[in-house]
């Protein structure tokens, strides 16, 4: 059984050699040295080159090798296999670290404070207590229930936001069109965790951000995505930050990736950018997770966390 690596975006050789390490007698190969494409039973992928996985005659499986599965969904030539994508603590707590860092970094008002140290001010400000400070997170799956989970744990008042009616103990929860306008209304920090799919594209735009609370205790809403860039308008997010509708923002992804180096989000003074490193795909962890699904499916067992294709993620 065969595995091909086809990854872009990323450093493709550590994951060559951890794949090589732990596969045993898999032969491990790397695009482009794809050889017979029909000895492939497996790819592992990030971002590969539209068109590939279908001159792959005898694919048994697809591996993403993030959560998001987007980056293959656009590919109409895509395989009818199972699409397999990353669930993994190892990912899901350092998306809990990004998301509890730049809710802090808000609640706690830190752009204020970098500027007082760089200007020599020694000013406190009244600070609100965490339980005076409604986070919303949109996309309660596997990373917004752990990061919701880790903000109740820190006194937040937490709601989430998804596609279909959940619960979450000690979450306050709302779904669908109809749950929107409540949640947007109760949330002082917009936290988007979204997939990526023609449903959820441009979603966070200046009509969005509009409608977020103006009466809570940070003095204006802020935003963090580290879902996709795609979800995000950035005239919007510009517009609504100079207009004071934004008090600040974190962004983890964007429209371009990388972000060009002309953008005005770059140096703009309430924002945060980070190069889409929110949680990081580490080879070291996520390896071992693709060869145990690979193990689970030659042993016969169902293999995990298949994405639905006509829900797109
Ligand atoms: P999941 O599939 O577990 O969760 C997705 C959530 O989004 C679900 O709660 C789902 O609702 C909700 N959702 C989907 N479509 C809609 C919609 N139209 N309206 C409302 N809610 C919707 O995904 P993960 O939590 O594992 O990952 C989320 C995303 O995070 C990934 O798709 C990826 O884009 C991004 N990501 C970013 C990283 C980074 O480094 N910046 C790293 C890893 C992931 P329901 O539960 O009802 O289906
Ligand atoms: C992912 C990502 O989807 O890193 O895992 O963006």
Redesign the pocket.
């Known amino acids: 059984m065969t595995i091909l690596l086809a990854i872009t975006g990323w450093e493709p050789e550590v994951w060559r050699e951890r794949f090589r390490a732990l596969s045993g007698a898999r032969e491990v190969r790397a695009a482009p040295d794809i050889g017979d494409p029909s000895a492939i039973h497996y790819a592992c992928v990030w971002k590969p080159p539209a068109g590939l996985l279908a001159t792959l005659p005898n694919l048994h499986a697809i591996f993403s090798l993030?959560?998001?599965v987007?980056h293959l969904m656009g590919d109409p030539s895509l395989p009818d296999v199972p699409i397999v994508r990353i669930?993994d603590s190892d990912?899901t707590l350092r998306?809990t670290e990004y998301v509890v860092m730049h809710v802090l970094l808000h609640h706690r008002r830190m752009k204020l404070y970098e500027r007082q140290q760089r200007e020599r001010v020694w000013r406190e400000h009244a600070d609100p207590a965490a339980s005076e400070v409604r986070v919303g997170i949109?996309?309660?799956?596997?990373?917004?229930r752990a990061a919701a989970d880790a903000l109740k744990g820190l006194g937040f008042r937490v709601a989430g936001?998804?596609?279909?009616d959940?619960t979450a103990p000690g979450i306050e929860m709302f779904?669908g069109a109809a749950g929107l306008p409540a949640f947007l209304a109760r949330t002082d920090i917009l936290v988007c965790?979204?997939?990526?799919?023609p449903?959820?594209r441009g979603i966070l735009c200046y009509d969005l951000f509009r409608r977020l609370a103006r009466d809570g205790a940070l003095g204006g809403p802020a935003l963090i995505n580290?879902?996709?860039g795609g979800l995000q308008i950035e005239a919007d997010i510009l517009r609504a930050l100079d207009d004071g509708t934004l008090t600040g923002a974190s962004l983890?992804?964007f429209e371009q990736e990388p972000l060009p180096k002309d953008s005005p989000l770059w140096s703009h003074p309430k924002v945060y950018v980070t190069p889409?490193?929110?949680?990081?795909s580490d080879p070291r962890a996520l390896t071992k997770y693709v060869l145990a699904q690979i193990e689970r499916f030659e042993g016969g067992e169902p293999l995990e966390n298949v994405v639905d294709r006509t829900r797109g993620?």
């Open positions: 993030g959560a998001g987007d669930v990912l998306m949109m996309g309660m799956g596997v990373l917004g936001w998804s596609r279909t959940r779904s965790l979204l997939p990526l799919t449903d959820t580290a879902g996709r983890d992804v889409h490193n929110a949680a990081q993620y």
